[in-house]
């Protein structure tokens, strides 16, 4: 598949994953990527982490999302005041899912006002991706109406048009990441009605299975580490042919080592949607 064609599928990429998977290195790769492309990408980060330099970045978090919200009602005073005060945070747990309607409806918006051709979210885990990604049906059905209710039906109507978002699961190829991608992929389907992208699997174990010559002596440490990269390497062949069979979606394979850098693996990404 042509890259460019891959990116300008969806202008919203939403990338998830539980921790430790490498979710962030991947969406801000994919920024790069669609960047190497031609296209104009924006990388939105939720949880205030550092955005490596050279990427177009909003750091976006649900007091800056109402802040910007009111500024645009001209109650920008109101907005400072409740932030500064604690307001916002008895707000947000006395109505459970406002946070994330707030950091939603401003990515709708920067969907919407066409703020780049390509707009990367680095979501939260994929538990919270969930609860995050329900909570505009979840609004939309017990609120009658309101401001609240336009904004959770208009979130609604982007997750579901696949021509305007999509979801990236990102997972590594051990037996608990695989099996939680595969309930989390159909749990997105089936209750947010959100369109998958193809699954990154991150820090896969590409190299060719070692011939261990049988001059090294079996109990040496040579042998030992040999047999254990042997076992790590058809342990991840094994886990990415379970997500195949399970799961119906491309994958994109990508070798995410400790040296690699960002443009590495928007190097490999790139080379992986060209094989889809």
Same mark, same amino acid.
């Given at each position: 598949?042509?890259?460019?064609?891959?990116?300008?599928?969806?202008?919203?990429?939403?990338?998830?994953?539980?921790?430790?998977?490498?979710?962030?290195?991947?969406?801000?790769?994919?920024?790069?990527?669609?960047?190497?492309?031609?296209?104009?990408?924006?990388?939105?980060?939720?949880?205030?982490?550092?955005?490596?330099?050279?990427?177009?970045?909003?750091?976006?978090?649900?007091?800056?999302?109402?802040?910007?919200?009111?500024?645009?009602?001209?109650?920008?005073?109101?907005?400072?005041?409740?932030?500064?005060?604690?307001?916002?945070?008895?707000?947000?747990?006395?109505?459970?899912?406002?946070?994330?309607?707030?950091?939603?409806?401003?990515? &709708?918006?920067? !969907?919407?006002?066409?703020? @780049?051709?390509? $707009? *990367?979210? %680095?979501?939260?885990?994929?538990?919270?991706? +969930?609860?995050?990604?329900?909570?505009?049906?979840?609004?939309?059905?017990?609120?009658?109406?309101?401001?609240?209710?336009?904004?959770?039906?208009?979130?609604?109507?982007?997750?579901?048009?696949?021509?305007?978002?999509?979801?990236?699961?990102?997972?590594?190829?051990?037996?608990?990441?695989?099996?939680?991608?595969?309930?989390?992929?159909?749990?997105?389907?089936?209750?947010?009605?959100?369109?998958?992208?193809?699954?990154?699997?991150?820090?896969?174990?590409?190299?060719?299975?070692?011939?261990?010559?049988?001059?090294?002596?079996?109990?040496?440490?040579?042998?030992?580490?040999?047999?254990?990269?042997?076992?790590?390497?058809?342990?991840?062949?094994?886990?990415?042919? &379970?997500?195949? !069979?399970?799961?119906?979606? @491309?994958?994109? $394979? *990508?070798? %995410?080592?400790?040296?690699?850098?960002?443009? +590495?693996?928007?190097?490999?990404?790139?080379?992986?949607?060209?094989?889809?």
């Amino acid at each position: 598949m042509d890259p460019n064609q891959f990116f300008t599928a969806s202008r919203v990429f939403i990338v998830a994953g539980k921790g430790g998977v490498g979710k962030s290195k991947i969406a801000a790769a994919l920024t790069l990527a669609a960047h190497r492309c031609g296209l104009t990408s924006l990388l939105v980060e939720t949880d205030g982490k550092p955005v490596p330099s050279g990427i177009s970045s909003l750091s976006l978090t649900p007091p800056e999302a109402l802040r910007e919200y009111l500024d645009t009602k001209g109650l920008g005073r109101i907005s400072r005041l409740m932030i500064t005060t604690g307001v916002l945070d008895v707000i947000t747990s006395a109505a459970p899912g406002i946070d994330d309607l707030l950091v939603l409806g401003k990515v &709708k918006h920067l !969907e919407r006002s066409d703020a @780049a051709d390509v $707009i *990367v979210v %680095d979501g939260p885990a994929a538990g919270h991706a +969930i609860t995050m990604l329900r909570t505009p049906q979840a609004i939309s059905d017990s609120v009658k109406s309101g401001a609240v209710r336009l904004q959770a039906d208009e979130i609604l109507e982007m997750l579901q048009d696949g021509s305007r978002c999509q979801v990236v699961l990102v997972i590594i190829p051990e037996p608990t990441p695989v099996q939680e991608c595969i309930e989390t992929a159909y749990a997105l389907e089936e209750e947010v009605g959100v369109k998958l992208a193809p699954i990154v699997v991150n820090q896969v174990d590409t190299s060719e299975p070692l011939d261990i010559p049988i001059s090294i002596p079996e109990r040496s440490a040579l042998a030992q580490a040999a047999e254990f990269r042997n076992a790590q390497i058809l342990r991840h062949h094994t886990n990415i042919k &379970k997500l195949e !069979e399970q799961l119906p979606l @491309a994958q994109l $394979i *990508v070798s %995410d080592l400790a040296s690699c850098t960002i443009e +590495i693996i928007a190097d490999q990404l790139l080379a992986a949607i060209e094989k889809l």
